[in-house]
């Protein structure tokens, strides 16, 4: 009579979820990386959009900056809410000016994709669509970030004082801002594809009263109370406020604070609606 011996085996265990959370944000990352070195390789290619995109900021400095300084500079009201320095007051909000108009216009590249037929071949590739967006998103900063570094070079003669870590942490916070507006873009874009010349009606129509009730241009203490009342609701006024705080050294501001809200919560909702529209667009 023979006897069978069996040899105990251990039980496979399930991966814990610490290391499949590492892998998905690992593989997010790696998706994102491909997507926006895909989207930045014409941008390398032309430099001179770049650079061109410096014609604005540059205009509204030149421009608008003097008129600032003429008007309210020497006014008492002006003095306590501009402070010694109207470009410390001035310059950070040309460079969220420069963010809002970048990123809520990446909707149009979206279009063109959509025309041509590319945007449906990257559908194909085995990426995350959460990538497809925060990686076209991140391609826009890129400029962006360049061109606000120069605007800063070239106001630094002007007497606009550089604070390095306030700086960086403020192009940090613009980045995070920008993804969920370039997002939030990309799902218009998404939502209008049969109808491309909507994208810009209601571009333009979200855009400016943003822009004018966040403070970025002139202050908004001068201005009627429904003014003061509607910034109050307005996510750019916080931005604004954090960005002026953060180029000035003020680290510890309770407008930074405010402002790393405002920007987290733009990007979720952005990421949110852009991934959900785009899900339900290839349905």
Do not use: C
Request: no cysteine; hydrophobic share 50%.
């Amino acid at each position: 009579m023979s006897t069978v011996t069996t040899t105990p085996t251990t039980p496979r265990t399930a991966p814990s979820r610490a290391h499949t959370s590492r892998r998905g944000i690992a593989s997010f990352a790696r998706d994102t990386g491909i997507v926006l070195v895909r989207e930045l390789r014409p941008v390398l290619h032309d430099p001179f959009s770049v650079l061109f995109g410096l014609v604005q900021p540059i205009v509204f400095l030149a421009l608008f900056g003097p008129l600032l300084v003429g008007s309210l500079g020497g006014t008492t009201t002006g003095q306590e809410v501009l402070g010694g320095n109207v470009w410390q007051w001035f310059v950070p909000s040309i460079l969220v000016m420069t963010t809002l108009f970048g990123t809520s216009t990446t909707g149009a590249n979206l279009l063109v994709e959509l025309q041509t037929g590319a945007h449906e071949r990257m559908l194909v590739v085995p990426l995350s669509r959460a990538s497809l967006l925060v990686g076209r998103a991140l391609k826009e900063m890129v400029p962006i970030v360049a061109q606000s570094v120069v605007v800063v070079l070239v106001m630094l003669p002007f007497g606009f004082e550089l604070h390095p870590a306030g700086a960086v942490l403020g192009l940090v916070l613009l980045a995070v801002f920008g993804v969920g507006i370039g997002s939030l873009s990309y799902a218009l874009a998404l939502a209008v594809r049969k109808q491309d010349w909507m994208f810009w009606v209601v571009q333009q129509t979200l855009v400016f009263p943003l822009m004018i009730l966040s403070g970025m241009l002139l202050p908004l203490e001068t201005g009627p109370r429904w003014m003061q009342v509607a910034s109050d609701v307005n996510p750019l006024r916080y931005v604004v406020d954090a960005e002026r705080a953060l180029f000035a050294g003020d680290l510890t501001a309770s407008t930074v604070a405010w402002g790393w809200v405002a920007a987290v919560v733009t990007a979720a909702v952005g990421l949110a609606v852009g991934i959900r529209t785009m899900v339900r667009t290839t349905d």
